[in-house]
């Protein structure tokens, strides 16, 4: 029951980050507006607004003028359902009679926020090769906020000033090097960002996860022809992928990696 309520939850918030994704690109404001078809612009009522059913019921079309509805939008839907199933299951020790404890629900709400806001930094680079300040800033203050509230001491405070450092400046020095050609500004930002949310050393994790993630994806699209030497790839992408993973697994692949090395 727990379970299928936080996949719903993902649902609707999947379908509200597809929302936002539009209007930040169009520049439009995304709080209190109606979502309407971008093709013919007509208002949308309450049952082509569930996410992923009316997109199979309209079989991908707008009612109004017909045109097609991007996958992107059942897509989203389901993954962000599916993650904020991962993100319960991680979070909430289900095999326990209670109920979920405070501290449990804090955190699956922080954790929930902080993947919101990877997510709409993973589509909006994948879709426009950008990484918008309007996300990752106050993406950043969240995740220090969110991160002193579990741990409120200098030493924590200094831990993930110094992950930041390490990741934000770790970019700078490549488009340093580069003159801006390898690397944008806002991949600086990301930098800072995968820091104050994975602290460290998990950011190192994070960032070695990213360059396997972006290396494979590199030679997969080269395998089949759709990239060649020197495209232009989403890095942001494979940073929001490679924190993702950091957040939760980054003990288990630390232990991993050291059983492998001996
Ligand atoms: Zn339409």
């Excluded at 991680?90 to 209670?98: E, F, G």
């Amino acid at each position: 029951m727990g379970i299928f309520f936080i996949f719903i939850l993902g649902l609707i918030f999947g379908s509200f980050i597809n929302a936002m994704i539009y209007r930040l690109h169009i520049e439009k404001s995304f709080v209190w507006s109606r979502s309407m078809c971008p093709w013919c612009k007509h208002g949308l009522i309450w049952y082509e607004l569930i996410p992923v059913f009316s997109f199979f019921y309209q079989k991908g079309k707008c009612n109004y003028c017909h045109k097609k509805i991007s996958w992107q939008y059942p897509i989203v839907e389901l993954v962000v359902g599916l993650i904020f199933i991962i993100i319960y299951l991680q979070v909430v020790d289900i095999n326990s009679l209670a109920v979920v404890t405070t501290n449990e629900f804090i955190n699956v709400i922080g954790y929930f926020i902080i993947v919101i806001f990877l997510i709409i930094i993973f589509i909006y680079d994948l879709k426009f090769y950008l990484i918008l300040d309007k996300i990752s800033v106050p993406a950043m203050a969240f995740a220090i906020i969110w991160n002193l509230s579990k741990d409120f001491s200098l030493s924590n405070l200094v831990n993930l000033l110094v992950a930041g450092l390490v990741a934000g400046g770790f970019f700078l020095l490549q488009y340093v090097v580069s003159k801006g050609k390898w690397i944008g500004g806002g991949d600086i930002r990301l930098g800072f960002l995968m820091g104050f949310v994975l602290g460290w050393p998990n950011v190192i994790v994070g960032l070695m996860l990213s360059y396997f993630i972006g290396a494979f994806f590199s030679i997969f699209m080269l395998f089949l022809k759709k990239k060649k030497w020197g495209s232009k790839i989403p890095f942001g992408t494979f940073l929001t992928i490679g924190t993702f993973i950091a957040l939760f697994w980054s003990k288990q692949l630390i232990i991993w990696y050291l059983n492998w090395l001996s």
